[in-house]
């Protein structure tokens, strides 16, 4: 009869700390946000769904790596663990920022607004526990054995999410040929990246026909190249002769272009950084 193998340093570890205070964290915050019936917006729905998520699939990877069931899946581990860590503590961090401003307004006096303070500080601490685990994860320089866990790979879980909130804020683009361009850019870097990630977790990469560590490079290249124009076109389009209405809410039109413009300079910067790094990866060998 099989027996159940079971690893304890799955939950002894640092990582595994980590993971416990994740869960323990985003339970917490769903749990009183819950208890308010206060969260039916989409702005609501977003954060719920992300404290949801993040506690389902964190409780998941614990589980099946404390009963060692992982390598039964077809797929690599280390970096699916590594890029949703990656994508958790991006995603509570942005929930951590949205909800307290959505939500939470001055003076917080009624036993709701205190829940939902409790749940925002929950949510940060969540943020932190992620952030460590990203940390305790991450590859030592010059392991490449697992990519998602080097910075490159890290930094292609954060370009992707970025572009998604970029998605998000996309509105009235079509009139302008330039806005549709930056749109353009957005939409073929994301795809790109997303690829390059599930290729990656789905260990398909050796079935490339071209080297991956250089094809990378051009890509990094390429998509900075194409950021470049975006943060140029998109500020200018978007605001050229136009002011700020007033008043203007979270979903006027200024503040969202104003969110993209922002968030296109995020990626810009990420791309440039993944180029720097991927090159050093590539052509710049460690002397023993």
């Not at 990420?270 to 023993?288: C, E, G, H, N």
């Amino acid at each position: 009869m099989a027996v159940a193998t079971v690893n304890l340093r799955a939950v002894t570890s640092l990582v595994g700390i980590a993971r416990l205070f994740a869960i323990v964290l985003s339970c917490v915050a769903f749990s009183l946000v819950a208890s308010t019936g206060n969260f039916r917006n989409a702005y609501g729905t977003w954060c719920m769904f992300t404290w949801c998520l993040c506690f389902a699939v964190t409780l998941l990877v614990l589980l099946l790596e404390l009963l060692e069931l992982y390598p039964k899946l077809p797929l690599s581990w280390d970096d699916f663990t590594s890029a949703f860590s990656m994508l958790a503590a991006l995603m509570v961090f942005t929930t951590s920022v949205v909800f307290p401003s959505i939500f939470i307004s001055s003076p917080c006096t009624s036993s709701i607004c205190a829940r939902q303070a409790v749940a925002t500080t929950a949510s940060c601490l969540c943020f932190l526990a992620y952030a460590i685990e990203v940390g305790l994860t991450r590859a030592k320089p010059g392991d490449i054995s697992s990519f998602l866990s080097t910075v490159p790979g890290l930094l292609k879980v954060f370009e992707a999410y970025v572009a998604c909130l970029i998605f998000t804020l996309l509105d009235g683009y079509n009139s302008k040929p330039g806005l549709q361009w930056c749109v353009a850019v957005y939409s073929i870097c994301f795809i790109i990246t997303l690829l390059i990630i599930i290729f990656t977790i789905g260990r398909c990469l050796s079935y490339m026909p071209c080297p991956l560590d250089k094809m990378l490079v051009g890509y990094n290249a390429l998509a900075l190249v194409m950021y470049i124009t975006a943060t140029i076109l998109w500020p200018f389009y978007s605001f050229h002769n136009k002011n700020r209405p007033n008043p203007c809410g979270w979903d006027c039109w200024w503040n969202k272009c104003l969110g993209v413009t922002f968030l296109t300079i995020f990626n810009l910067i990420a791309y440039l950084v993944d180029l720097v790094y991927s090159t050093r990866m590539v052509f710049i060998r460690t002397r023993p």
